[in-house]
């Protein structure tokens, strides 16, 4: 947790739709880590994307908000609306600002005119989305280069995204997790509202993109002799067709519930599932897997290093729809076994603690404050010659899987730098509950 020290900072969390956090993991860390560093007496303002007719808090968890507009537009609305943050932080000066999202690397270089230091959160592989067309992925590429160029330090949410940046651009990141949220609560009145039981059905929330694999999921599920039900929690704005080939996937046995708003309905999903099937494969550690596995989920996830660093043994992996199918036989055959990962699931999220990632983020914000960090950065160009597309689809560290370490305990987040020179939407989390 961070403490209470003789000079707290102004700091500001800039790129995000804000809080309350209701939609993504970057709102969830906004809102989480914020409301830590404001509790240990900094000055913590976040800049909200708010739209006409919606509330417009002053405050929230001891965080000053500033609500402004965006462009309506997917391809827009992120850098519209930090544009107008930014322009607003030139005239509020902070200490240390946070911008979430490699999208907003273009207005990075007026942060630094101003000598705002600057920390980017550079989040996944957001260029490997397959709703961005060639224009977006280029888009993507080009920001990933700019915010190794331009910004003060780098924040990696997990190891393979660290690696990648490492790897591709020389550039050193902090490396800073996000927490997972403990699931104590036997509760389960609120599963009879949607028709459920606990411990009688397969779980998944996700948004319905490609590279989540929802489609994957419940074609797996539908060739399967399982006998309990699959609930799929998400949605998307849009991806209407994407949704439209999910659905029909699907048999009779398939539940879809579409988002979920209602929170203690969605920790009651977690908390009591058999399994939770988790298709995410781009977006870096993710904050719907860490929920997951706080609730104590048994978890089949996509094959992928993001996701193997996070469940270690105690996950069942996936690529085809052939491998979710025999995933669910094998948890309903071995009901006992199935117990026993979700419990190993469970010490595995000590180690991704709400209050250890606030004290990192604090320690960083001090460190740009101090102005405590290198005065000249990487420049930004790749250093793979290969087309830019076959260093992560080749699966070297990012996307190999990798064996699976001593399942020893392990500090969640490692904030220093990597002195080695060697040659990114959001994933929803528990408060976007899909959507």
């Not at 969640?412 to 929803?428: G, L, T």
Request: proline residues 7%; hydrophobic residues 40%.
């Amino acid at each position: 947790m961070p403490s209470r020290r003789s000079h707290p900072l102004r700091i500001a969390l800039v790129g995000t739709r804000g809080v309350p956090a209701r939609y993504g993991g970057f709102e969830t860390a906004v809102e989480e880590v914020g409301r830590r560093l404001a509790d240990a007496g900094h000055d913590v303002v976040v800049y909200c994307r708010t739209a006409e007719g919606q509330p417009r808090p002053a405050t929230h968890l001891g965080m000053r908000l500033v609500h402004l507009p965006a462009l309506r537009r997917r391809s827009l609305e992120t850098l519209s609306h930090t544009g107008l943050s930014v322009a607003h932080l030139l005239t509020h000066r902070v200490d240390a600002a946070v911008v979430f999202n490699a999208a907003n690397a273009p207005w990075l270089p007026l942060l630094r005119a101003a000598r705002i230091p600057v920390a980017t959160h550079v989040d996944g592989l957001e260029w490997k989305r397959a709703k961005w067309g060639g224009a977006g992925k280029r888009y993507y590429r080009v920001v990933e280069a700019l915010s190794v160029r331009w910004s003060d330090a780098l924040i990696a949410d997990a190891q393979g995204i660290a690696d990648y940046y490492r790897d591709e651009f020389s550039a050193p990141t902090e490396q800073i997790a996000y927490g997972a949220p403990k699931l104590d609560d036997p509760a389960d009145g609120k599963l009879a509202e949607v028709g459920l039981t606990a411990g009688g059905f397969h779980l998944v929330v996700a948004r319905f993109e490609p590279e989540n694999h929802v489609d994957v999921i419940v074609d797996g599920y539908r060739r399967s002799d399982a006998r309990l039900p699959l609930v799929v929690v998400g949605s998307a704005p849009y991806a209407d067709d994407y949704t439209r080939r999910v659905h029909a996937l699907a048999d009779d046995r398939v539940r879809f519930l579409g988002g979920v708003w209602d929170q203690e309905l969605l920790d009651q999903l977690y908390r009591h599932c058999a399994t939770y099937l988790h298709g995410h494969s781009v977006g870096g550690t993710n904050p719907s897997l860490l929920r997951a596995i706080g609730a104590g989920a048994a978890t089949t996830a996509y094959d992928v290093s993001f996701n193997r660093e996070v469940l270690e043994t105690s996950g069942r992996y996936f690529r085809t729809a052939g491998d979710v199918a025999t995933a669910l036989a094998e948890s309903e055959a071995d009901v006992a076994g199935t117990r026993r990962r979700g419990k190993r699931a469970r010490l595995l999220s000590a180690r991704y603690d709400w209050d250890h990632v606030a004290t990192a983020y604090e320690a960083l914000c001090r460190r740009l404050a101090a102005r405590d960090f290198p005065r000249s950065r990487p420049s930004g160009r790749r250093l793979r010659l290969e087309p830019a597309a076959s260093s992560v689809d080749r699966e070297p560290a990012v996307l190999r899987p990798r064996p699976a370490p001593a399942p020893a305990p392990r500090t969640p987040v490692r904030a220093a730098e990597r002195p080695v020179p060697h040659a990114a939407a959001d994933a929803p989390s528990a408060r976007s509950a899909g959507a």
